[in-house]
């Protein structure tokens, strides 16, 4: 096999890694998640940031999804350390992404408002995959940015 560090197109990933990425009006909201648990880092950035940016945090995030100590926060506290005021408020003016990658595929797992109007549900009629072996990872992160620009109306 081709050594990876010679691909150019997309950063040395590990095994796997996953990161959340809500878009609320003002600002890209990072959190990292193990196994199934959000918890810290988080991280913020202003959404006129620049594909660099966005690249850097995510790798920092789905690098420590894997090697940080996981620690256990309860929901009230998660909120406050991602500066929102309450779930359902972050729910009501977000759209996220659920990222997570293996050692050779990539996912892009959008939300949608929950039919029943609380919270959000997966939306996998938009999910994305990608091969990291062949997969531009600027491709990767438009997609990403693409998918967090979507608002749902009613459908």
Same mark, same amino acid.
């Given at each position: 096999t081709i050594n990876r560090k010679y691909n150019d197109r997309c950063p040395e990933l590990e095994r796997s890694g996953k990161c959340t990425?809500?878009? +609320?009006d003002k600002e890209y909201i990072f &959190? +990292? &998640?193990?196994h199934a648990n959000s918890s810290y880092p988080i991280k913020f950035l202003p959404l006129d940031?620049?594909?660099g !940016?966005?690249?850097?945090? %995510?790798t920092d995030i789905f690098h420590a $999804? #894997?090697?940080? =100590?996981? +620690?256990? @926060? =309860? *929901? $009230?506290? %998660? @909120? =406050? *350390?991602? =500066? #929102?005021? $309450?779930?359902r408020q972050l729910c009501q003016h977000s759209t996220g992404v659920l990222l997570k990658h293996d050692s050779r595929t990539l996912e892009i797992l959008p939300t949608r408002k929950a039919t029943d109007g609380k919270g959000l549900?997966?939306?996998?009629?938009? !999910?994305l995959s990608f091969d990291l072996d062949g997969a531009s990872w600027k491709d990767i992160i438009n997609s990403t940015r693409k998918l967090l620009e979507h608002h749902d109306t009613d459908r």
């Open positions: 990425i809500y878009r +609320t &959190v +990292t &998640v193990y940031c620049d594909n !940016a966005f690249e850097n945090i %995510l $999804s #894997q090697h940080d =100590k996981y +620690t256990e @926060i =309860k *929901a $009230s506290e %998660l @909120i =406050k *350390a991602m =500066k #929102q005021r $309450s779930w549900d997966w939306d996998y009629d938009r !999910a």
